[in-house]
Structures are given as structure tokens and as C-alpha cells.
């Protein structure tokens, strides 16, 4: 015999919203992907902790990222680099010199050309590199539930995959 109350007892994860978005051209994505990200970055700023955190993967999408300083100076909003934290969405147990880094490709195309202080932008241990479980575990504790405990609420303001 079930028991439907056990259900209702018990802890619910919270509820995130997400939304899927297509953009109608190739050529579209970069201006789709910034006005969605100049939003969640306005939206977030105006919180009480006044934090941005955005978790990026890789692949093209750093690439698509190159113009988005141009499209907050056309929206005629102040970023405020300063108070971004970028985290990866996905990354490879590589260094981030390596070509094949998420992390590099994100630095390169980005957050290089932006005022984003180096520290908040959050890499892998790369001394961790001889063991993958190793360095999620590191990623998770010391990236990952640093920055939802500590600086926003338990939140990522902006995922991009």
C-alpha cells in the first residue's frame, strides 16, 4: 500500500525556471544569447546581493560571446564586471592552456577583453588533473558550493549550454 502524504513530507528541490531559446539563424545567436544574458545580468545586479554568476560551456559558445560587451554599451547598461563570477558549465580535465580547455576558449573570446577580475573566474584545479573524480569533487566543493553558498543565494543567475 502507498503512502501519498510520505511524499508531501518530505523536502521538495526547489523549483528553477528554464526556458529553451532558438534563435532563427546562426548568424542570430550572439545577439539572442546577449540580450538574454544582458536581462539576467540586470535582473540579478538589482538583488540584494548584487552579484552576477554565470555559468558558461563550451564548444562555439565563447565565440559567441565576443560581442557581448558591444551589446550592453549599445543597451547603454553598465555590466559591472566587477561583480560577475563565471564558472563552466562543462569542462575538460585539461589545463587551461591547452586547446581543448573550455576554460581557455572562454578566457580567450571573453572574459580577457572585459574587467571580470581573474578570480572570479573559476577554473579546475589543474594540480588535481591525474585523478577526473578528483577534480569534479574539488570543482564542486571549492567552485561550485562556494559560490551557491556564499556569494548568491543559492543560485546561478544565468546557464548557458
Given at each position: 500500500?502507498?503512502?501519498?502524504?510520505?511524499?508531501?513530507?518530505?523536502?521538495?528541490?526547489?523549483?528553477?525556471?528554464?526556458?529553451?531559446?532558438?534563435?532563427?539563424?546562426?548568424?542570430?545567436?550572439?545577439?539572442?544569447?546577449?540580450?538574454?544574458?544582458?536581462?539576467?545580468?540586470?535582473?540579478?545586479?538589482?538583488?540584494?546581493?548584487?552579484?552576477?554568476?554565470i555559468a558558461l560551456s563550451g564548444g562555439s559558445?565563447?565565440?559567441?560571446?565576443?560581442?557581448?560587451?558591444?551589446?550592453?554599451?549599445?543597451?547603454?547598461?553598465?555590466?559591472?564586471?566587477?561583480?560577475?563570477?563565471?564558472?563552466?558549465?562543462?569542462?575538460?580535465?585539461?589545463?587551461?592552456?591547452?586547446?581543448?580547455?573550455?576554460?581557455?576558449?572562454?578566457?580567450?573570446?571573453?572574459?580577457?577583453?572585459?574587467?571580470?577580475?581573474?578570480?572570479?573566474?573559476?577554473?579546475?584545479?589543474?594540480?588535481?588533473?591525474?585523478?577526473?573524480?578528483?577534480?569534479?569533487?574539488?570543482?564542486?566543493?571549492?567552485?561550485?558550493?562556494?559560490?551557491?553558498?556564499?556569494?548568491?543565494?543559492?543560485?546561478?543567475?544565468?546557464?548557458?549550454?
Amino acid at each position: 500500500m502507498e503512502d501519498n502524504n510520505a511524499s508531501s513530507s518530505s523536502p521538495q528541490p526547489p523549483h528553477y525556471p528554464a526556458r529553451l531559446i532558438i534563435a532563427p539563424t546562426k548568424a542570430a545567436i550572439s545577439t539572442v544569447l546577449s540580450n538574454l544574458i544582458l536581462q539576467s545580468c540586470h535582473s540579478a545586479l538589482q538583488q540584494p546581493n548584487n552579484v552576477f554568476t554565470i555559468a558558461l560551456s563550451g564548444g562555439s559558445l565563447p565565440t559567441f560571446l565576443e560581442q557581448l560587451p558591444e551589446a550592453f554599451t549599445k543597451a547603454n547598461i553598465d555590466p559591472q564586471w566587477e561583480k560577475w563570477h563565471v564558472l563552466l558549465a562543462d569542462e575538460r580535465c585539461v589545463r587551461s592552456s591547452d586547446v581543448d580547455s573550455n576554460l581557455g576558449a572562454v578566457k580567450s573570446s571573453f572574459t580577457n577583453g572585459v574587467g571580470i577580475p581573474s578570480a572570479q573566474i573559476y577554473g579546475i584545479d589543474e594540480g588535481l588533473l591525474g585523478s577526473s573524480e578528483d577534480v569534479a569533487a574539488s570543482y564542486q566543493e571549492n567552485v561550485v558550493k562556494y559560490l551557491l553558498d556564499k556569494k548568491n543565494d543559492g543560485r546561478i543567475d544565468c546557464v548557458l549550454l
